[in-house]
C-alpha cells in the first residue's frame, strides 16, 4: 500500500514477497487512515507488517508539544495491535 511517501507491505509468515492488496483507500479524520483489504489472507495465517517512509515524515500538527507516528493494526474491524 502506499500512501504519499509511505509504504506498507504485508508479508505472508516467512515469505520475502509481500502479499498484493486490493482496494487501498485513505481517510482523513484527525490524521491520514490507510486502509487495504487483502482477501487472500487466510483466517488465522501468520503474516509480517513492514511501514517505511520515503521521506522524513511531516509532523501533522507542529504546534503540539509532542507528535506522534502510530500505526494501529485492525483485522475484521478489531484492533489486534499497534505500535
Not at 17 to 38: A, M
Not at 71 to 82: F, K, N, Q, S
Request: aromatic letters at 10%.
Amino acid at each position: 500500500m502506499r500512501y504519499q511517501n509511505w509504504d506498507v507491505l504485508v508479508f505472508p509468515d516467512e515469505s520475502k514477497v509481500p502479499i498484493q492488496e486490493f482496494k487501498t483507500s485513505c481517510h482523513v479524520i484527525d490524521d491520514p487512515v490507510v486502509t487495504s483489504f487483502i482477501p487472500s489472507l487466510s483466517a488465522g495465517a501468520v503474516f509480517r507488517i513492514s511501514i517505511h517512509s520515503w521521506h522524513e515524515p511531516e509532523l501533522s500538527d507542529p504546534l503540539k508539544k509532542s507528535n506522534m507516528f502510530q500505526a494501529r493494526l485492525y483485522v475484521d474491524g478489531r484492533i489486534t495491535g499497534h505500535v
